[in-house]
């Protein structure tokens, strides 16, 4: 093979070095080092305000004879431990998602935060299911078949999204935890509103749940919340399913 050593660079070399750019070893280490995460942000008082709002509606009628959510739960404790708990994490767990961010962001840590935040959302959407199957099954209510869909759907996006961001860093933000659980708790209670077509009717503490989900979704709509908040410094990372 013949090799002109002596023959002039073409203009074509000369314009792809010059976009190039001589070999700095600084800009190579910057291109390798992965940005740094945004600090996790407060949530905003509105929002903690919104979730004591949702706690309170419990203790306002939830049944036709005005029975709060707090006398339902007295009478499944008088029946037993378990049924009393069964009642609490389950048909409560919207209410234990408002104690969660109403306290956990202001007393303790965002890591530790994030992983108390997590635990009635999880419960919501296991209650949410489970509740569905079965009045889907049953043939009651009023789209009922729908709302089987959105609790299998969210579910699927929730893990998803969850095992992104804790691959990426420190998992979901509790703003970001805030915002999906105020989401499944508007959409719980829009159903359940929706059941006055079938002649099944609510007290008011279903609206004032309703407003107070609605409202934690509006609070925080604006703010950026997908990507994955920093890594957290508590050893073992927890689970990425919830």
């Not at 309170?56 to 378990?82: C, I, K, N, Q, Y």
């Not at 805030?178 to 009717?201: C, F, H, K, P, T």
């Not at 749940?209 to 509006?218: H, P, Q, R, S, T």
Request: charged share 15%; proline share 8%.
């Amino acid at each position: 093979m013949h090799h002109d050593w002596g023959r002039e660079p073409s203009v074509r070399a000369w314009g792809v070095a010059a976009r190039l750019g001589p070999c700095d070893p600084e800009r190579v280490n910057e291109v390798d080092e992965p940005a740094p995460r945004r600090p996790e942000e407060p949530v905003p008082s509105a929002v903690s305000i919104a979730g004591l709002v949702l706690v309170a509606s419990a203790s306002m009628p939830w049944t036709p004879d005005g029975l709060s959510f707090f006398d339902l739960l007295r009478g499944e404790f008088a029946r037993g431990v378990l049924e009393g708990f069964l009642m609490l994490v389950g048909f409560g767990s919207p209410f234990l998602f408002g104690i969660a961010i109403a306290l956990a962001p202001r007393l303790l840590s965002p890591p530790v935060a994030r992983q108390i935040v997590r635990v009635p959302i999880a419960f919501m959407h296991s209650q949410l299911v489970l509740v569905m199957i079965v009045l889907t099954m049953a043939g009651a209510g009023v789209a009922t078949l729908p709302m089987l869909g959105f609790a299998l759907v969210s579910g699927v996006l929730l893990a998803i999204h969850t095992a992104r961001t804790h691959a990426e860093g420190g998992g979901p933000r509790v703003g970001w935890y805030a915002r999906w659980g105020g989401m499944v708790v508007a959409a719980i209670g829009a159903w359940m509103e929706l059941q006055r077509v079938g002649d099944l009717s609510f007290g008011w503490g279903l609206h004032v749940a309703l407003a107070a989900g609605v409202a934690i979704v509006a609070l925080l709509a604006r703010t950026p919340l997908g990507d994955a908040a920093p890594e957290q410094a508590l050893g073992q990372r927890p689970s990425t399913l919830f």
